[in-house]
């Protein structure tokens, strides 16, 4: 059986867990990191030398890093689904998926989700979590743009550009933090709502983060 290590208010376990339920997978899920340690336990270091979630162990397969792990899963699992088997295809996908890695996800997750709701009230640094909410502002405003006369991000049907990049939404609409009007974004968000496995996996509370900067 599949098996994934992590915890569940983990940003990025909770995009592999997204896809394990879109593609319903049975799997047996192993709490590590945060209040539940054992990132450090010689174990763990073998199947990730990094001592990172989210690791998973799929038959002889062991998998770190979330990306990496989404490829893997799709290409193994999903019968072309959310990771076509056509190379062009594949890196219109690949290209969002690493510009939601490497660009929306430091300005949320980082600048405003740690800068904000993770620090505490007295050492909130104002300025640099403006800036970032503003580049937030024009990268949700590039989807905004992507997403016009589409369902999704590429089309039709949902694939891992939308599972890095949605995976943000829950976090970003629930911050009492200001947004700009994104109607396309609104509606994409309402209708991944829809979807048992984003309700199931994403929406998730995450006040036990409020004010804590350890890697809870």
């Given amino acids: 059986m599949?098996?994934?290590?992590?915890?569940?208010?983990?940003?990025?376990?909770?995009?592999?867990?997204?896809?394990?339920?879109?593609?319903?997978?049975?799997?047996?899920?192993?709490?590590?990191?945060?209040?539940?340690?054992?990132?450090?336990?010689?174990?763990?270091?073998?199947?990730?030398?990094?001592?990172?979630?989210?690791?998973?162990?799929?038959?002889?397969?062991?998998?770190?890093?979330?990306?990496?792990?989404?490829?893997?899963?799709?290409?193994?699992?999903?019968?072309?689904?959310?990771?076509?088997?056509?190379?062009?295809?594949?890196?219109?996908?690949?290209?969002?998926?690493?510009?939601?890695?490497?660009?929306?996800?430091?300005?949320?997750?980082?600048?405003?989700?740690?800068?904000?709701?993770?620090?505490?009230?007295?050492?909130?640094?104002w300025p640099a979590i403006n800036a970032a909410l503003a580049r937030c502002a024009k990268q949700f405003g590039k989807l905004d743009r992507l997403l016009e006369g589409r369902s999704f991000l590429l089309g039709d049907t949902l694939s891992l550009a939308d599972i890095t990049a949605g995976t943000s939404l829950y976090r970003y609409y629930e911050l009492e933090i200001e947004r700009p009007q994104l109607p396309c974004v609104e509606r994409w968000y309402r209708s991944l709502q829809e979807r048992e496995a984003f309700r199931t996996h994403i929406m998730i509370p995450f006040g036990e983060l409020r004010g804590r900067l350890l890697d809870f």
């Fill in 2 to 125: 599949l098996k994934v290590w992590g915890r569940r208010s983990s940003f990025n376990v909770q995009k592999v867990m997204w896809l394990i339920g879109e593609l319903e997978l049975p799997h047996q899920h192993i709490d590590a990191g945060g209040q539940f340690g054992g990132l450090d336990a010689p174990d763990f270091l073998a199947m990730n030398p990094h001592g990172r979630i989210p690791v998973i162990r799929d038959d002889a397969a062991t998998v770190w890093e979330s990306h990496a792990i989404l490829r893997y899963l799709a290409a193994r699992h999903g019968d072309g689904r959310f990771w076509s088997d056509d190379p062009v295809v594949r890196a219109a996908v690949d290209g969002w998926m690493d510009w939601s890695h490497t660009a929306l996800q430091p300005d949320f997750l980082v600048g405003v989700f740690w800068g904000f709701y993770r620090t505490p009230e007295d050492k909130r640094n």
